[in-house]
């Protein structure tokens, strides 16, 4: 567990209020009282909340306590759908015949379900006044309007511009 937890002998106050195992509760009772039904039972005596007027106690296995709750964890990343970007860089001398064959990889990402990002590079001058590497991603996003979206609007990072696209919405059938 990533949090500090008070466990045992750690737990110093006079008196807490118990809760079992099962969910049964001791009641208020003294610190010491608590951890001796916890060994009683061969558990853990676990301070849950802290800061509640008395502080919550519980008897549990701590050690399958944590295992579970980092099962829990792994199976949300599993569950977390990844995003691959595929980055294509342009320039903007680019011929059309380029521009294309670039555009046809694109649309290949994208009806596998992959996010693509076209980058102008700006070379030299062409840094101060970027309106020819919008003029390149303009051309790209009307021959990818048809199968993807853009996120936003073309933006300037340092010496590149640069335009994310992602795969449109499929209406639910």
């Given at each position: 567990?990533?949090?500090?937890?008070?466990?045992?002998?750690?737990?110093?106050?006079?008196?807490?209020?118990?809760?079992?195992?099962?969910?049964?509760?001791?009641?208020?009772?003294?610190?010491?009282?608590?951890?001796?039904?916890?060994?009683?039972?061969?558990?853990?005596?676990?301070?849950?909340?802290?800061?509640?007027?008395?502080?919550?106690?519980?008897?549990?296995?701590?050690g399958?306590?944590?295992?579970?709750?980092?099962?829990?964890?792994?199976?949300?990343?599993?569950?977390?759908?990844?995003?691959?970007?595929?980055?294509?860089k342009?320039?903007?001398?680019?011929?059309?015949?380029?521009?294309?064959?670039?555009?046809?990889h694109?649309?290949?990402?994208?009806?596998?379900?992959?996010?693509?990002?076209?980058?102008?590079?700006?070379?030299?001058?062409?840094?101060?006044?970027?309106?020819?590497?919008?003029?390149?991603?303009?051309?790209?996003?009307?021959?990818?309007?048809?199968?993807?979206?853009a996120?936003?609007?073309?933006?300037?990072?340092?010496?590149?511009?640069?335009?994310?696209?992602?795969?449109?919405?499929?209406?639910?059938?």
């Open positions: 567990m990533s949090k500090e937890v008070l466990l045992n002998e750690s737990i110093t106050y006079k008196e807490v209020r118990c809760i079992g195992d099962g969910g049964e509760q001791y009641g208020i009772i003294s610190a010491n009282e608590a951890l001796r039904i916890a060994r009683g039972k061969g558990l853990d005596l676990v301070l849950i909340s802290p800061t509640a007027k008395p502080p919550v106690c519980k008897v549990m296995d701590y399958k306590f944590c295992y579970q709750a980092e099962k829990k964890q792994k199976e949300a990343r599993k569950k977390q759908k990844q995003i691959e970007i595929k980055e294509i342009l320039s903007t001398q680019i011929a059309q015949n380029d521009i294309n064959y670039k555009v046809k694109a649309r290949e990402f994208i009806q596998e379900g992959k996010h693509v990002k076209f980058k102008v590079v700006l070379r030299g001058r062409e840094s101060h006044d970027p309106k020819a590497g919008f003029a390149v991603l303009e051309k790209v996003g009307a021959m990818m309007s048809d199968i993807a979206n996120d936003k609007e073309p933006k300037t990072e340092g010496r590149f511009v640069m335009w994310l696209f992602v795969p449109q919405k499929k209406p639910n059938s």
